[in-house]
């Protein structure tokens, strides 16, 4: 039996309908030939679930909660209870998609069950489907377990041959054998009364109040959140960042947070929001970092270690938009000087990489960090930028969600694919009512950047100076 740790422990402990702790996906695919229907989809996922294991497992409290819980098989489990179909009505345009992915992402998975679903949404206009993919922060850490995407993506439209075996659960364990378990567990490995003796004060911990001052306890983004969501999306070409990346410097990853912070300043100017030239918003960002010097060069075989958040100030106040990208580029200068950030084309080029597993990743720290005084969470994932199919139909689109935390009213999940960026946006349906405009915004920072581009100017050779 394999235990929780105390971080995934109280995630299941932190799961109320306010906060559900699910990390999810939205991938558009095109309409192929051979429409990919829901029989399919079972087939496609029946014979990949055996590369997740976890997929098919519960987690389970052990008696008196004298230790962590456990993972066991799920003796009923039952593929058609988290495989799932809906459709949209006529004429199935991007609104209606949203308004049922907000409302998919607000329910919580059942603890029952193996934590995850995936709902194939049918009815988009032109024939597309789309898929969401919804994981427990418990299941995906990026170690021991991915993101069901993962195991779904292929580089070629021709599906893989994968050995598949009837499966047949394991026993669940009794009370008294758990209880028994811990306690030999426990004592043969002493790190584990400190993990349980960690997940104990946590609990504790997280109904205290907060010591002193928050600085972000006020403002737009602040709320006790509701139990109802929503969705929005925003898609730009990547061309776009990249020419004002090598008209202004910096890196693509600087671009997307200047035009975050610029699409937030709009977005509270049509509110009526004051703003003034000081103020900002702290977002925790969550950045791969090398784990040690002897492997910065290389590439890590799993993401759960290389992810740590850094707390960036967005310049919401700064009124010119080349100023604004420039004071995130030099706030995040230092991260990039100590030689901690890892390359974005060592990322993409992880055996398997699939974006939604780093984004879950990204959304623990997040959630691990929730007690760090920040607004919101930004996670961007560079992603390949070749097609890639999924039960053999091209991927289109692909949108991350990411839960709230706290008292935050909205996260912002950003991935780069085949020449595209696409920013996921979950906000709370009635802090945020308006999560459409605060996407329009977006749009229209990024078009701001664009603007101030010359037309002659290309950025310099690596290494060498403009002259």
Known sequence: MQRLSPLDAMFLHQDHPETPRQVASLAILESGERPL???????????????????????????????????????????????????????????????????????????????????????????????????????????????????????????????????????????????SESVRSQLGRPAELLWNAEYQWNRVASKLPALGPDPTSHGPLTTTLSRHRRFTTVSAPLDAFRRVRDEHGGTINDVILAVIAGGLRGWMLTRAEPVTAKTSFRALVPMSIARDASEASGLPTSLGPLVRGLMLTLPVGEANAVVRLHQVSYALKGHREMGSAVAANKLSSLPGFATSTFHAVGARVAADEAGRPYHLVITNVPGPQDPVYMAGQQLKEIFPAIPLTGHRALSIGVTSYDGHVYFGVVADREAVPDADVLAQCIREALEELTETIGPRRTRAPRGRKRP
């Open 37 to 179: 229907d829901y029989d399919r989809l079972i087939q496609v996922i029946n014979e990949r679930i055996d590369l997740v294991p976890r997929y098919r497992q519960v987690p389970r409290r052990i008696p008196g909660g004298i230790g962590m819980p456990v993972w066991v098989d799920d003796d009923h489990f039952d593929l058609s209870l988290h495989v799932r179909r809906s459709a949209l009505p006529r004429p199935g345009g991007r609104d209606a998609l949203h308004d049922l992915v907000g409302r998919l992402i607000a329910r919580r998975l059942d603890h029952a069950r193996p934590l995850w679903e995936l709902y194939l949404i049918e009815g988009l206009e032109g024939g597309e489907l789309a898929l969401l993919f919804k994981s427990h922060q418990a299941l995906v850490d990026g170690s021991h377990t991915v993101d069901l995407a993962q195991v779904l993506l292929e580089e070629t439209q021709r599906d893989r041959e994968i050995p598949h075996e009837e499966w047949t659960p394991r026993a669940r364990p009794g009370a008294v054998d758990l209880v």
